[in-house]
């Protein structure tokens, strides 16, 4: 699809309707997740199957806060993913697990992970139900061996009853612990943010928001869209054979492993994910080893600071780069910077970080 195409794709945007079309009210307001799946589309469920279920998905949110999952019983799945946060650890370039000891990356945050296929930086997990196997039994994180774990909670006075009308039996293994998880995480929609309101008709973007939607999209200035999407997942791992799911963004001369760690490529080596671009305002620090704290940051390091000779470097990427350093295609202004940030801040949702349906359900007991 040409250039131009997104462009009056997204011009919309700045554009408010002034007709109003009298309708009947629905009989039933939809769920988020309801209007998440007409926004879009369905989201990705193993071939294996893990239906969404009322019970599964209140399990799987006791999980998700439960300490009971790590070894001393002091950090849960929400210790490195805070929702006040869009489910990120922000404020940490690593996160500590239950000994002290930092991990490999920064925390990524978690927001509309059902329409993923890819998790962790190296997209070592091909879904969420494989990305909640690991962190337990790691010793870095929470250090519990599952076949310690699943006795804890078979022996708890509430998880088999929980399990039994989840799954229809009260035995507890971990693929029905991590099932349980990947259901609630499934439901970790993110819909209402200004660019999302805007690109539905009900408000206005800023000006500078709506100018950096272009930017975004132009092939001379920011270019972002070739590895972050066009919308509204805005995160290529949702398109499983876009080869931009992974690339080295030139961050280093030599990179880290990145992709290569799973595959063994060469040709990877430096490849991390692309990762969304939703909620970046709660998410703070940046990239894979958090070395930048704000948006502006990034946006200035794309702008200049590429480093055009890492090897296996995104070719696009490199390419711009190259020419902004010849001359042939100018460098961002300071306006244009700013506009790329406004754009980026507008995919932030404020209800996505208040949501009591997302909450912590032990203190909503308090």
């Known amino acids: 699809m040409r250039i131009c195409t997104y462009?009056?794709?997204?011009?919309?945007?700045?554009?408010?309707s002034c007709e109003s079309n009298v309708t009947e009210p629905p009989d039933k307001e939809p769920t988020k997740l309801e209007r998440a799946v007409e926004y879009f589309g369905l989201p990705l469920v193993p071939g294996a199957g893990n239906p969404q279920t009322k019970a599964g998905v209140a399990l799987g949110r006791r999980l998700f806060y439960d300490p009971i999952l790590s070894g001393d019983e002091?950090?849960?799945?929400?210790?490195?993913?805070?929702?006040?946060?869009?489910?990120?650890?922000?404020?940490?370039?690593?996160?500590?697990?239950?000994?002290?000891?930092?991990?490999?990356?920064?925390?990524?945050?978690?927001?509309?992970?059902?329409?993923?296929?890819?998790?962790?930086?190296?997209?070592?997990?091909?879904?969420?139900?494989?990305?909640?196997?690991?962190?337990?039994?790691?010793?870095?994180?929470?250090?519990?061996?599952?076949?310690?774990?699943?006795?804890?909670?078979?022996?708890h006075a509430d998880y088999p009853r929980l399990f039994a009308a989840a799954f229809g039996s009260a035995t507890i293994t971990h693929e029905r612990v991590t099932q349980a998880i990947a259901q609630f995480e499934r439901t970790l929609v993110s819909i209402d943010s200004p660019y999302d309101r805007a690109n539905r008709g009900e408000a206005q973007l800023s000006l500078d928001a709506f100018l950096g939607v272009q930017n975004y999209l132009s092939e001379t200035v920011g270019d972002c869209f070739h590895c972050h999407g066009v919308g509204p997942v805005f995160d290529n791992s949702a398109f499983p054979s876009n080869p931009k799911v992974f690339a080295n963004n030139g961050l280093d001369s030599i990179p880290a492993e990145g992709l290569f760690a799973v595959t063994g490529n060469e040709a990877d080596r430096g490849k991390f994910?692309?990762?969304?671009?939703?909620?970046?305002?709660?998410?703070?620090?940046?990239?894979?080893d958090g070395r930048f704290f704000t948006l502006e940051e990034v946006v200035r390091f794309y702008n200049t600071g590429i480093h055009t000779d890492s090897p296996n470097m995104d070719l696009k990427l490199r390419g711009n780069a190259q020419k902004r350093e010849s001359g042939e295609f100018p460098t961002w202004t300071d306006a244009q910077i700013q506009q790329l940030v406004a754009f980026l801040e507008s995919l932030s949702d404020p209800s996505y970080v208040t949501d009591p349906a997302l909450s912590d359900p032990f203190a909503a007991k308090d």
């Not at 994910?273 to 894979?288: E, F, G, Q, S």
């Open 273 to 288: 994910k692309a990762p969304t671009l939703r909620n970046l305002v709660y998410t703070a620090p940046y990239m894979h």
């Open 7 to 16: 462009l009056l794709l997204f011009l919309g945007l700045a554009l408010v």
């Open 74 to 155: 002091t950090l849960a799945c929400a210790g490195c993913h805070r929702q006040e946060h869009a489910f990120s650890d922000a404020g940490h370039v690593l996160s500590r697990g239950i000994h002290g000891n930092f991990g490999n990356f920064n925390t990524p945050s978690v927001v509309n992970p059902g329409w993923g296929t890819s998790f962790f930086w190296n997209g070592r997990a091909p879904s969420l139900e494989a990305q909640a196997i690991e962190p337990v039994p790691n010793p870095v994180e929470m250090d519990l061996p599952w076949n310690v774990a699943l006795p804890r909670l078979q022996s």
